[in-house]
């Protein structure tokens, strides 16, 4: 139901802050390619005239991310002074507007720092639409009539998979016990899977000690860094197949450390140790790269995963099409936002590709759990063979965090989109004014920041 | 030959300028999805110790420029304190480091603003190695030994194509003749086609106009912009095929504005003014689309052009991989400068894809002519059905601006890369504290700029 009292609703402010958390002190995050993040985002705050606030965020890894605040001060000339329940009634304009500037787009188009801004932006107007309609997020989505839910998004590019009276079609077939599922969801959860046994910083002793922990928290899905030695990684992954036995799911993520035929002939040296995937074997660019390695290493089991830096919907589009990705890892802050991210999971149900939500980093997994959720109750109808990443970092930041018990995401109850942060986070870990970062500049645990991350303060 | 004098090369500076020309006035450079472009650049001078300079830029379209700016600022940290002999010394690891720092390719990879700012900083490093040579850029390349010029590329995710050996090998093999071709090229320039007759913003009197111009001017091929209204674009066709003849050549370039069967149905109903090329038919990223398109066309004699907004190597790869494209168009700003463009120019020679470089902008003729000459010379040794895209716009802001003579590129004599702007340039154009800004915004031509265009102040 579009919103019918417009009144107050017009956004007067659009605040942006580089908020970073030094991670990297100890290892978590590790991988392959990245070897030092600290955990990051840029944090939109969205006011409207009559006080009401939507939060919003991209996760970044530590550098850079001034540069993407800078983009979403670009782009709060699209915002200001428009009236929210407007771009919620034509959603996928804005989107267009707001992607697709006729200047700005040759900076992008739809990838890297531009779409990371966007989504941020992006992220924060639904955090506000469901506020507004005081729901969670994946409530909001739930309850819209499949046609105005389509509304939000640009099918430009996608149409030869997917057409908008296609998608409201099928949506309308999956109402078909939805409500039998909304219960289920609300006593049971939705699967999770743990990313924290293996970081590539850590020593085996760490990862055997994380395996027995969460086992015993109920886990049966345990992913693992590879794709820096293949001798490490044989016994990485067999020290984490020895813990959680032959039962137990592996999988291994090589975060794109691999050429095509390498990550081919790396992959049949872990085979052994029968893993369900290879996470990003190589370039999130390479669709062909993907299908080959899909093919390559289909006799042997192995799936291949990937999404968490794909660009955008067009990209997504080429790899469910081709078979080049078996397990479907939609970000929640890398692709233009809900507008985008539910044009993949419908061409993800089209193409017969599960959705498996990439999280982690900051805020992740507060948001992807709405959309998995929404999913499974609306769209795709089943969990099956479907978890979501559960990384245990960074949750105590937010007022409302994502709840995992017995290696289940319990449904979120509170309205929004559950990236707001506590006000004393922003006081300590805004960089480099932060509390915190004061105190490591200070005590040289840190550098100082230069002079690019000194210009937004 | 490795510099071995290395004294005085520390680069000591890095100064970065936003700067726009206000082209949206005249409706040129307008097309399907780029209504109103202000060409501008991000300017880069790096300075050494001993005051010698490189210039370089990426081409951008008005606003974001800003951000662009911004991030080079932030790369900065992996420029300042180097030698420059080092750098090039071992050019293909600098390239690694400032293209997938462990923290900022979050913000990329390898694409958008992240990229085009690194192309910006690489561009000036190649023309600061060529006046330290004492080269055009193009002979600098040319007299490389085929072992120091591919040291410059990372081969990451294209060995499956290319290897280092190979590359090695193919340079060597077409050293034959290279003094004949060098004679050849001096004497007789290389080919331009003219995208001059068509922007979208251009009036059919003026179409026609500036076709009989261009015809004068000794320019067998022409290009038009194409893509909002079928019926517009067969009148406009019309009047170009009309007034060259059918001895010319037609070309069409609709920006990006179709989707995959939109753009197959509408160039059949322009098939009959017999276009060379359809130029970026669709989405950038859309590999099986543009395979799609191509094989649709066949048929109909119409080969797919594409590049100036294909983020990188990976992608070019893959279009070159899969028959989507005909026509390969590398651009000298967007993708990591020439490391990366010389990868692309080694996959299209062994995939058998010609490269017609992109050009127009601001610097963008200036750069790729080098490109096209030291492929002439150097790898493909023909000029048989390659032209370089001439757009005589931007031009008289150069020290050494490119020259067109009857419709052919003169190979540049002087020291560089040819990007170094007049300093008067810089004194009114820099946005937007240049002279010619302050003017505009003073008659109200355009509004003032924003909090983010004034950040980098």
């Known amino acids: 139901m579009p919103i019918t009292n417009k009144s107050g609703l017009k956004i ?6 580089d908020v970073r958390f030094p991670t990297s002190l100890g290892g978590h995050g590790s991988d392959a390619l990245h070897t030092d993040p600290n955990y990051s985002c840029a944090y939109v705050t969205l006011t409207t005239e009559d006080r009401r606030y939507g ?8 550098r850079g991310t001034e540069v993407v605040v800078l983009a979403i001060r670009s782009f709060k000339r699209f915002v200001l002074g428009m009236n929210a329940a407007d771009i919620f009634a034509d959603f996928a304009s804005f989107w267009k507007t707001i992607t697709n500037d006729s200047q700005m787009r ?3 188009p739809e990838c890297g720092v531009a779409h990371l801004a966007a989504a941020a932006i992006l992220n924060a107007l639904w955090d506000l639409w469901a506020r507004i309609e005081n729901k969670p997020l994946w409530r909001l ?3 819209m009539e499949p046609q105005e839910l389509v509304s939000t998004i640009d099918f430009r590019y996608i149409s030869e998979v997917i057409t908008r009276d296609e998608a409201i079609r099928i949506l309308k077939e999956r109402k078909s016990g939805q409500g039998a599922r909304l219960k289920y969801l609300s006593e049971n959860g939705y699967p999770a899977y743990t990313t924290q046994v293996g970081w590539m910083g850590y020593s085996d002793e760490t990862v055997s000690h994380l395996c027995k922990k969460y086992l015993n928290l109920g886990f049966t899905h345990f992913k693992v860094k590879v794709g820096v030695n293949v001798l490490d990684d044989i016994r990485r992954c067999s020290v984490v197949r020895n813990c959680i036995g032959d039962g137990k799911v592996l999988m291994v993520d090589a975060n794109q450390a691999w050429d095509v035929n390498e ?4 992959m049949k040296k872990l085979a052994h140790l029968k893993p369900l995937w290879i996470e ?3 370039s999130p660019y390479d669709v062909l790269g993907h299908t080959a390695i899909s093919n390559a290493l289909k006799p042997y089991g192995i799936g291949v995963a990937g999404g968490e830096m794909c660009a955008n919907r067009v990209l997504f589009k080429q790899f469910l099409q081709s078979g080049g990705l078996q397990f479907c890892q939609i970000d929640a802050a890398r692709v233009g936002s809900i507008n985008e991210i539910l ?5 993800a149900d089209k193409l017969n590709v599960k959705v498996c939500p990439h999280a982690g980093g900051v805020g992740l997994c507060e948001m992807v759990q709405h959309l998995q959720m929404w999913d499974y109750v609306s769209l795709s109808a089943s969990m099956d063979g479907r978890f979501i990443e559960y990384v245990d970092q960074q949750h105590e930041h937010f007022s409302d965090p994502c709840i995992v018990e017995n290696a289940r995401y319990i449904a979120p109850k509170l309205r929004g989109y559950s990236t707001q942060f506590l006000p004393e986070v922003l006081d300590k870990f805004t960089y480099p004014t932060g509390s915190e970062w004061q105190r490591m500049f200070e005590d040289a645990t840190f550098p100082e920041p230069d002079e690019a991350e000194l210009l937004n303060v």
Do not use: H, N
Request: charge should be negative; charged fraction near 15%; hydrophobic fraction near 55%.
């Open 12 to 17: 007067i402010a659009l605040d942006v802050k």
């Open 55 to 62: 939060y919003g965020l991209t996760f970044t890894c530590g």
């Open 106 to 108: 040759w900076i992008g």
């Open 141 to 143: 989505l739930v309850d």
């Open 263 to 266: 990550a081919i002939d790396w």
């Open 280 to 282: 990003e074997p190589t």
């Open 343 to 347: 044009a993949i999971y419908l061409m």
